[in-house]
């Protein structure tokens, strides 16, 4: 509880702080969830509602990148990734605050019912494996990577994590949601071969489209990584926008069409400290592991 109510009281430090030194600028905050509870993202979304804040698909952000609208006022740009099944329970809230977003999802997941990492996050894995953490799994060579999932799908069974391929048709068909491209595995694209990568990009595209009856238009890197061949394989397979996790507001005058910032907004946390992600300033501060960057820790 006390650990609870400092990182409130630092975040909304942050925030003030934000707002005395910020200058006024016309960057477009974008923001991504995974797997919130409503609360979590309607106290966001009605966040942004008060700071007047208007809302734009991934389709307006790309006519804005390009020159084919003029910016005006404040934006907000909110995508989703993996596609979890609860992200069904956020429709009434997209509806009822008019929000359009884009949902990025893997297709093995949508097949399967679950993630790598879930299995890579069970408890005593590593007796089958050897790699003790979800992040030891993200270090490893594309052919060892691929060995011990395999292991360990063949080890555990679990309960559905994933939207359905029934879920997804059902989202397609609402005009406040574009689904988008996670690659076909959810793998770490920076570890894997050129041919890996153009299979997972151009694979994903195609089932996706051939179950939605649309073009995909828009890739999310998973897990954020990227390098020079992902962006040459994206722009070759015909995506128009890659969103990346790296931290920043979108500048429609300098962004890399391929390299689109995003701050997380992760599925806990308290109001103010989720505000600060929203606004990218938490980040700069505080490790993923929830530690200060310097020089204290909790």
Same mark, same amino acid.
């Given at each position: 509880?006390?650990?609870?109510?400092?990182?409130?009281?630092?975040?909304?430090?942050?925030?003030?702080?934000?707002?005395?030194?910020?200058?006024?600028?016309?960057?477009?905050?974008?923001?991504?969830?995974?797997?919130p509870s409503e609360k979590v993202f309607e106290n966001v979304l009605k966040w942004l509602v008060v700071k007047n804040y208007?809302?734009?698909?991934?389709?307006?952000?790309?006519?804005?990148?390009?020159?084919?609208?003029?910016?005006?006022?404040?934006?907000?740009?909110?995508?989703?990734?993996?596609?979890?099944?609860?992200?069904?329970?956020?429709?009434?809230?997209?509806?009822?605050?008019?929000?359009?977003?884009?949902?990025?999802?893997p297709t093995e997941a949508i097949v399967e019912g679950n993630y790598w990492f879930e299995y890579a996050n069970v408890q005593?894995?590593?007796?089958?494996?050897?790699?003790?953490?979800?992040?030891?799994?993200?270090?490893?060579?594309?052919?060892?990577?691929?060995?011990?999932?395999?292991?360990?799908?063949?080890?555990?069974?679990?309960?559905?994590?994933?939207?359905?391929?029934?879920?997804?048709?059902?989202?397609?068909?609402?005009?406040?949601?574009?689904?988008?491209?996670?690659?076909?595995?959810?793998?770490?694209?920076?570890?894997?071969?050129?041919?890996?990568?153009?299979?997972?990009?151009?694979?994903?595209?195609?089932?996706?489209?051939?179950?939605?009856?649309?073009?995909?238009?828009?890739?999310?890197?998973?897990?954020?990584?990227?390098?020079?061949?992902?962006?040459?394989?994206?722009?070759?397979?015909?995506?128009? =926008? @890659?969103?990346?996790?790296?931290?920043? /507001?979108? %500048?429609?005058?300098?962004? $890399? +069409? !391929?390299?689109?910032?995003?701050?997380?907004?992760?599925?806990?946390?308290?109001?103010?400290?989720?505000?600060?992600?929203? =606004? @990218?300033?938490?980040?700069?501060?505080? /490790?993923? %592991?929830?530690?200060?960057? $310097? +020089? !204290?820790?909790?």
């Amino acid at each position: 509880m006390i650990k609870e109510v400092i990182k409130e009281l630092f975040a909304l430090f942050l925030i003030q702080v934000y707002y005395i030194s910020q200058k006024k600028r016309d960057d477009i905050l974008s923001i991504y969830f995974h797997n919130p509870s409503e609360k979590v993202f309607e106290n966001v979304l009605k966040w942004l509602v008060v700071k007047n804040y208007k809302f734009i698909s991934t389709n307006e952000l790309y006519f804005l990148i390009n020159g084919k609208v003029k910016q005006t006022g404040k934006l907000a740009c909110i995508t989703f990734d993996d596609g979890w099944s609860n992200n069904m329970m956020l429709v009434n809230l997209l509806e009822k605050y008019k929000i359009p977003v884009t949902i990025f999802i893997p297709t093995e997941a949508i097949v399967e019912g679950n993630y790598w990492f879930e299995y890579a996050n069970v408890q005593g894995q590593k007796q089958f494996t050897g790699i003790k953490t979800k992040e030891n799994f993200k270090k490893l060579p594309e052919n060892i990577f691929t060995e011990k999932v395999k292991i360990l799908k063949l080890n555990y069974s679990l309960k559905r994590s994933s939207i359905t391929l029934n879920d997804l048709k059902k989202l397609s068909e609402n005009k406040l949601i574009t689904i988008g491209s996670h690659s076909v595995t959810h793998p770490i694209l920076n570890r894997c071969s050129f041919e890996k990568q153009e299979y997972e990009l151009a694979e994903s595209k195609k089932i996706i489209s051939n179950w939605l009856y649309k073009d995909i238009e828009y890739l999310a890197y998973p897990n954020g990584d990227f390098n020079q061949y992902t962006i040459e394989i994206a722009k070759k397979c015909g995506y128009k =926008l @890659g969103f990346s996790t790296e931290l920043g /507001k979108i %500048d429609v005058k300098k962004v $890399n +069409p !391929f390299i689109i910032p995003r701050h997380v907004i992760h599925d806990t946390g308290g109001h103010y400290e989720n505000i600060s992600k929203a =606004l @990218g300033i938490w980040q700069r501060f505080i /490790k993923k %592991d929830g530690h200060f960057l $310097n +020089p !204290f820790y909790w």
